[in-house]
């Protein structure tokens, strides 16, 4: 198993980078709680409109909008587990993941690559997915394999479970995989449970996690919101990343950034608790400033090392693993 090092450590010798002190998180805490109950956050899935509304919240039916009441959001932060274990193939890749351990893993999602052998750059396929598999299992320094790219080669509405497939099949250690919707949702936590060995061995140390953004501003999208919910009750983690873009779908301000970024997990992470009391669920950012000459997201800026930064502060605020991401 492993056990990574922990962060936030203060030995006798080294830095870190804290933004916030203890009045700035409480500032940030409490205005997200005033955007998600007087705003409010906008969710196309009528399953998930329906779990609101038994739990109390305001529905708006004709917006779909949810006001969310700070009781509801503050309940289901302390309901989320802040450690849990989850499993590779080979146990000496399993990982404890909590609010006081660091790890890594590529990112994912790629769509094209260089080719290796002919420096070509063409669309990514479902023998790249397998290939960078095999090479994330190599490197010691990645605890888990991701989705790196995607098979674009495959028929669009079966391309993660092929993704999947190229990881599963070539690594041991954790998958981490992009459920886009609930029948893939499905699917993929079949795939787990039949590598995992059962229901309850997969829930027990979950081989597999999923992920998901919102749309900021304050949007969570159906087949978001849908694949939250199938990982909820299958006790599977589920990594909730916002990808807010500071100066484009948030404000200017990186504090008002914050704002936005916050709601948009913590309305995920209550919709999690709500499905699913105690299902693990992961704090995640990839939001940065928009490059308002260029139009896109810079990722790489120092701003974005200060958002990880904030985030990570945010995420031990809440006792909830985090995952940032960086260029």
């Given at each position: 198993?492993?056990?990574n090092?922990?962060?936030g450590?203060?030995p006798n010798?080294?830095c ?6 203890g009045?700035n998180?409480e500032q940030?805490?409490l205005a997200t709680?005033?955007v998600?109950?007087?705003v409010?956050?906008r969710i196309d ?6 779990v ?15 006001h969310?009441?700070a ?11 802040k450690?849990?274990?989850?499993g ?7 990982v404890?993941?909590a ?5 890594f893993?590529?990112f ?5 690559v260089?080719d290796p052998?002919t420096?070509?750059i063409?669309?990514?396929t ?8 095999i090479l994330?299992d190599?490197l ?6 991701f ?10 509405e ?17 998958l981490w ?7 893939n949702?499905?699917?993929l936590?079949e795939?787990?449970r039949?590598?995992a060995g059962g229901?309850d061995?997969?829930?027990k140390?979950?081989?597999?996690m ?6 900021s ?5 159906k087949e978001?919101a ?6 909820a009750r ?6 909730e ?6 100066g484009?779908t948030?404000p200017t301000?990186?504090a ?12 995920s ?7 699913q009391a105690g ?8 939001t ?7 139009g896109?997201?810079?990722?790489g800026s120092?701003e974005?090392a ?7 502060q945010?995420a ?7 995952f940032v991401?960086g260029?």
């Amino acid at each position: 198993m492993r056990r990574n090092p922990y962060a936030g450590y203060a030995p006798n010798i080294g830095c870190s980078l804290n933004l916030l002190n203890g009045v700035n998180l409480e500032q940030i805490h409490l205005a997200t709680l005033e955007v998600l109950e007087d705003v409010g956050i906008r969710i196309d899935c009528a399953e998930a409109l329906e779990v609101f509304r038994k739990a109390g919240a305001r529905v708006d039916e004709a917006e779909k909008i949810v006001h969310i009441p700070a009781f509801l959001v503050e309940a289901a932060v302390k309901m989320a587990p802040k450690q849990f274990t989850v499993g590779g193939r080979d146990p000496k890749n399993d990982v404890v993941i909590a609010t006081d351990r660091i790890s890594f893993i590529p990112f994912g999602e790629g769509v094209t690559v260089e080719d290796p052998y002919t420096g070509e750059i063409r669309e990514s396929t479902k023998q790249d997915a397998a290939r960078l598999a095999i090479l994330t299992d190599a490197l010691d320094s990645f605890s888990y394999s991701f989705d790196t790219v995607i098979a674009r080669d495959v028929a669009p509405e079966s391309l993660p479970l092929h993704t999947l497939d190229a990881q599963a099949n070539n690594t041991t250690k954790c998958l981490w995989s992009s459920p886009e919707g609930a029948r893939n949702a499905e699917y993929l936590i079949e795939m787990g449970r039949i590598i995992a060995g059962g229901s309850d061995a997969l829930a027990k140390k979950p081989v597999l996690m999923g992920g998901g953004c919102p749309i900021s501003p304050l949007t969570l999208c159906k087949e978001y919101a849908e694949s939250l919910m199938v990982y909820a009750r299958a006790k599977v983690p589920f990594l909730e990343l916002s990808m807010a873009l500071s100066g484009g779908t948030a404000p200017t301000t990186l504090a008002g950034t914050l704002v936005t970024h916050n709601a948009e997990v913590l309305a995920s992470v209550t919709l999690s608790q709500l499905t699913q009391a105690g299902a693990p669920v992961i704090y995640g950012s990839s939001t940065t400033n928009l490059d308002l000459r260029k139009g896109t997201a810079t990722v790489g800026s120092p701003e974005l090392a200060m958002i990880n930064a904030a985030v990570a502060q945010l995420a031990r605020f809440y006792e909830l693993p985090s995952f940032v991401a960086g260029g």
